[in-house]
């Protein structure tokens, strides 16, 4: 017992991410049990605008949605460009970016900019992602599993990285100033 009470901050910032991650993924996992054959109204949303992203610079730009499987393709004149499932979508990214900033506790009125600046972070770097990956489809191919498997996971987790350590550094266990 002696070690929980030498270490209970510790203890308690273990749990609280721990409690909020699982429970975000239990929200998430719920929500995705409604789309067994057809990919989620969210990971949709991120198609349309990796699409409209895509025809800033592509012309004939397509998407269509399977209707057997939660999966979508962006094609270029008929080429498949990049497939997005609801692992593409950056929703599991931001669950964990926020059981970490509960984890730890900053000033509530910092979380009600802070929470949706992140976020709003980690969406668009993951359209961007999306794109560029296709974009290493079309014009360097070779490059694509490593940029894909490793690169780019490397690039949205460095973000949330880069988010917590701002988040650490400057807001959290902040009073607020009365």
Partial sequence: ??????????????????????????????????????????????????????????????????????????????????????????????ILFMAFLVAFKGAFKHYLWFVPLGLMLLYVSNIVRIYLIGMIVLYYPKYVNFSHDFLFPGIIYGTTFLLWVVWVKYFANKPESK
């Fill in 1 to 94: 017992m002696e070690i929980f009470k030498k270490y209970k901050a510790v203890w308690l910032f273990i749990l609280k991410f721990f409690g909020v991650y699982i429970i975000g993924v239990l929200i998430y996992n719920y929500y995705l049990s409604g789309f067994s054959t057809s990919l989620d109204q969210f990971s949709i949303y991120v198609t349309e605008q990796v699409a409209s992203l895509f025809s800033t610079t592509l012309p004939e730009i397509t998407t269509s949605y399977s209707c057997t499987h939660p999966i979508a393709e962006i094609q270029y004149y008929q080429v498949p460009l990049v497939l997005i499932t609801e692992g593409c979508n950056a929703i599991s990214v931001m």
